[in-house]
């Protein structure tokens, strides 16, 4: 710690250090239930004490994913905002408190210039320091990140087989088509019989004006001109049918 931080360095009364933990999950049903919420919140007391440190405050993120970056989260924020050079602290896993190894090696090179020490307990110790720990904890960024990528290829792949399966898997419906009760994206019957009767009046000669009509009268669609040419002619069309 260099001179200048020492200066500034935050102290409680009896001149030890101040100390806080920080606990997450990453959903409803997690927080509401509480228990790993609780086991976190234990393992970290259990920590603070073995290392000699009264915990001063918990942060505690309920409902919130990893995705977000700790500044990007409501009690992250809140604790990034309270502490001071000397601060620490504690997690109980290093994806409780980072999104990718990049955000955990800035956060953690950020709190090593302001001299607050950041300790994991699943690495074992103070990541900020010079020891082993720092080590492990620069690896284990390394390795989490890789497995967020490894997450988000099956989650991806999981939903090119459900498209390949005929399943809806989340986005724009496209005109045409209906998601079933089951999730089964199938097409509109009555969709395809409206473009059929419009690709015929177009053939015969008829102003898209006036197919609009047509439409609207026979099949109780509100469609513009506009949205029947660009259908008719086969430009992405995703303009809303709105029934009459």
């Not at 000699?52 to 409501?74: H, N, Y």
Request: with cysteine.
């Amino acid at each position: 710690m260099s001179k200048a931080t020492k200066r500034t360095a935050t102290t409680k009364t009896d001149g030890t250090p101040r100390c806080f933990g920080y606990a997450r999950v990453s959903t409803e049903r997690q927080s509401n239930e509480g228990h790993s919420l609780a086991d976190q919140e234990q393992r970290i007391r259990g920590y603070a004490q073995s290392a000699g440190l009264t915990l001063d405050g918990m942060f505690v993120e309920a409902g919130v994913s990893g995705g977000k970056r700790l500044s990007f989260r409501p009690k992250g924020a809140e604790l990034l905002a309270t502490l001071r050079p000397g601060d620490h602290v504690i997690g109980t896993k290093l994806d409780r408190l980072f999104r990718s190894a990049c955000d955990a090696l800035n956060v953690a090179e950020d709190f090593r210039a302001k001299g607050i020490h950041l300790h994991l307990i699943d690495i074992g110790g103070d990541c900020t320091g010079n020891g082993v720990a720092k080590l492990v904890f620069n690896i284990l960024a390394a390795v989490a990140e890789m497995e967020r990528g490894r997450i988000s290829e099956r989650v991806r792949s999981v939903k090119q087989h459900r498209r390949q399966a005929g399943y809806f898997t989340g986005g724009h419906v496209a005109r045409g088509f209906n998601v079933t009760d089951d999730g089964k994206l199938v097409a509109d019957d009555r969709w395809q019989e409206c473009l059929n009767a419009m690709k015929q009046m177009r053939a015969e000669g008829m102003p898209y004006r006036a197919i609009a009509a047509r439409v609207g009268e026979q099949f109780g669609m509100l469609l513009d001109h506009s949205t029947i040419y660009r259908v008719l002619n086969g430009q992405r069309e995703q303009d809303t049918v709105t029934a009459a």
